[in-house]
């Protein structure tokens, strides 16, 4: 069976809302712990962005990152990933908050 890319984004979506929602009734809130969330400009639903920016919300401590590309963020745009990653390590050597 070939899903289309609208199944395939409502399947993804509700995946991420079970995993948002088992966090938050789990107890398992972040505290302040760094979190930065990356979405992609082009190709992220409304959805989507509603779910990574209540991934994010889980930490004090959060930033949510729009970067200029396509789906594979990793892939179209490794230095946004790489900046994320070092302001994160950095955020938690220093006891600091991470920046938007």
Do not use: C, W, Y
């Amino acid at each position: 069976m070939v899903l289309s890319s609208a199944e395939d984004e409502l399947i993804e979506f509700e995946s991420r809302r079970a995993i948002a929602a088992r966090l938050h009734t789990a107890g398992q809130a972040l505290g302040s712990r760094p979190v930065i969330v990356l979405t992609a400009e082009h190709g992220a639903s409304g959805l989507s962005r509603d779910v990574q920016a209540k991934v994010g919300a889980l930490s004090e401590n959060s930033a949510h990152r729009v970067v200029p590309s396509e789906h594979f963020i990793h892939l179209h745009e490794p230095s946004f990933v790489v900046r994320a990653i070092a302001d994160v390590v950095s955020a938690v050597r220093n006891k600091a908050k991470v920046t938007p």
